[in-house]
């Protein structure tokens, strides 16, 4: 897997000359560095009939301890049978069972202390001088990972003092992109020659690292789905094996001890919420401290979708970490169907997890008919297309083909089934084929539609999954993603009329609860407007208008900038205050006469702002 890196060492660990020089393997932090010194670095250079001495320089903060510990590291290298290995182990440690007595020793302490630097000091030295540097090599990884009390520079400049400039053949590892150090530069083009960037091919890499790792233990097993493992964590671009290990081995604990049937049932679940909830945690993204996110993870995908038609309302307010966790992850089709296991997520952040609880969660979140026929059917076909016979495949199929044609299968979800069945017959896995796909495709969305199936708003990368990438230029594909696309649009205008009408109830009956959903809609009258209700705006009693008038201004009259984030509220003021003032004298006989002033005052109140919509709006032209 690192020919060409392997390749580069090989030619440094074979110059017969003396090497005045390191060479660096950097890459990011989590990529694999040391699991590649580990079990591919260490075999090298003892392939090449050298010693190796490994060094982490993670947490180093006093430049001295390293030098003693590199050289303790030498001596069992040295075999001169004349010193005694006991002696010089004692000598090192003369005196260090004093520092915890009584005060009054110190002063032995101190002169034992002097002895053994005074006996042990010229013992090592003269072992260590007669090894030849040429014939070892000393590894030091995590450069850049040192206490802040010491630059990298002057590590560097150690190391070349002490080991480097007397022929030892030396590998630095590190993430330059974590060094920050001003003089790094220039040390490093004193002291390291070559720099060789660790990008190994990462689904070949987690592959091996999994495999060698716990082949032993989830090959062996049926209980872990192997397979499903490692193709997850593959396809959901995750690097570092830190965390690759961490999934594992939260994985393997919960399934372990779950009960084997919820296990078998539900391991797809509980895999999905293992792989992105430890690397979210991992990354410093969750923590049991936010509260917030939490909540927001526990509605999920609804809070993402509330959320979004905030933001389409108020272009002002910022990306949450909704839009982040959708982005990275439920675009990914495997993880479409996220959906939060509290005790998982409880179990990720804190180390301790209910089995009671998970269990009772598993069988209330995902219950007997989560899984419908149509949809065991669709999954064997996708999850076993290429291990099943003939006869089986041409079975299934055909019930497949039933239950679309029915309607079964989710609006949203045909467009990635036309994609799948365009695959098997351009595979020709199918032989005599004799199904007009397009045919089939708008009976199921005709039924789905029939049936009841809506479409929630969906932005068009969620529409236009593919099962593979050969209908790119498919004129019935774009087709079906664009009708598609028009009914989630339709769905989501029938929402906001919905959502609307309601808050309007709200205001018309005084329901406290209105303050605060208006409160945070900067779209009110354009909502109004959208949803052909303008005439509700004479049934108001004089405390909705009151409620109409404290929201004109708190969200518009003491905004100064108002013009700037809200111009288009101005034209369906406008068009609410034409309505309003043609149809008053209809409601005049329905309207007491205080009602009718106070509604007169409230189209005051709009055409106040109208004209500070406008004034704000020129001022920041």
């Known amino acids: 897997m690192n020919e060409n890196i392997n390749t580069i060492i090989i030619s440094y660990l074979k110059n017969i000359n003396k090497t005045d020089y390191a060479i660096m393997i950097n890459g990011k932090w989590g990529c694999g560095k040391t699991y590649y010194v580990e079990n591919e670095l260490k075999k090298i250079i003892e392939d090449n009939n050298l010693k190796s001495i490994y060094y982490s320089l993670n947490g180093c903060d006093n430049i001295e301890k390293i030098i003693k510990k590199i050289t303790f590291r030498l001596l069992p290298i040295f075999k001169e049978k004349s010193i005694d290995d006991d002696l010089l182990y004692n000598l090192f440690n003369l005196g260090s069972s004093l520092s915890e007595l009584h005060s009054s020793a110190n002063i032995a302490f101190k002169l034992l202390g002097g002895i053994k630097n005074i006996i042990a000091k010229p013992i090592t030295e003269n072992m260590v001088s007669k090894l030849n540097p040429s014939e070892i090599v000393i590894i030091f990884d995590d450069i850049e990972r040192i206490s802040n009390n010491l630059n990298i520079s002057d590590i560097i400049g150690q190391i070349f003092d002490c080991y480097i400039r007397k022929g030892y053949k030396t590998i630095i590892i590190g993430d330059e992109s974590n060094i920050n150090d001003d003089n790094y530069i220039n040390i490093k083009e004193k002291v390291i020659r070559r720099t060789i960037q660790y990008e190994p091919n990462s689904d070949v890499q987690i592959r091996l690292f999994i495999n060698n790792r ?68 991992k990354l410093g993204k969750i923590t049991l401290d936010d509260i917030s996110i939490r909540n927001d993870l526990v509605d999920f995908p609804n809070s993402y979708w509330m959320n979004k038609a905030l933001k389409e309302r108020n272009s002002t307010i910022d990306n949450s970490y909704l839009d982040y966790f959708y982005g990275k992850y439920i675009t990914i089709p495997l993880f479409n169907n996220f959906t939060l296991i509290e005790e998982l997520y409880n179990y990720v952040l804190t180390g301790y997890l209910d089995f009671n609880k998970l269990e009772n969660e598993l069988k209330n979140k995902y219950s007997d008919d989560l899984i419908s026929e149509n949809e065991k059917v669709f999954n064997i076909l996708t999850r076993n297309l290429g291990e099943i016979e003939e006869d089986e495949l041409v079975g299934v199929f055909n019930k497949f083909i039933k239950y679309l044609e029915d309607g079964k299968y989710k609006i949203i979800n045909l467009p990635y089934i036309y994609t799948f069945i365009k695959y098997i017959n351009e595979k020709n896995y199918i032989n005599n084929w004799n199904y007009d796909i397009e045919k089939i495709i708008n009976t199921a969305l005709l039924n789905a539609i029939n049936g009841g199936d809506t479409v929630i708003y969906h932005e068009p990368f969620s529409i236009n999954h593919k099962y593979y990438e050969g209908v790119q230029n498919d004129n019935y594909y774009n087709e079906l993603c664009k009708r598609i696309q028009e009914l989630s649009i339709a769905e989501s205008n029938k929402i906001n009329k919905n959502n609307i009408e309601s808050l309007f109830n709200k205001i018309l009956n005084n329901d406290k609860l209105c303050y605060g959903i208006l409160n945070k809609n900067y779209n009110f009258f354009q909502d109004i407007v959208n949803a052909n209700i303008e005439n509700k705006f004479l049934d108001l009693n004089n405390s909705g208008i009151k409620i109409i008038e404290i929201y004109i201004h708190n969200n518009i009259m003491r905004i100064s900038n108002a013009g700037e984030c809200h111009y288009d509220e101005k034209f369906a003021l406008e068009k609410i205050i034409e309505i309003i003032e043609k149809n008053i004298n209809n409601y005049s006989d329905k309207l007491n006469h205080f009602r009718i002033v106070r509604l007169n005052e409230l189209i005051e109140n709009m055409k106040m702002a109208v004209e500070h919509l406008e004034k704000t709006k020129r001022k920041n032209l």
Do not use: A, C, Q
């Open 214 to 281: 716990y082949g032993n233990l989830i090959n062996n097993s049926n209980n872990y789905y192997s397979e499903e493992l490692i193709d997850h964590i593959i396809k959901t671009d995750i690097l570092n094996l830190r965390t690759v290990s961490f999934i594992i081995d939260n994985y393997i604990y919960v399934i372990d001890n779950l009960n084997k049937d919820l296990g078998k049932r539900f391991y797809n679940y509980i895999l999905k919420n293992i792989i992105i909830i430890t690397n979210e945690y």
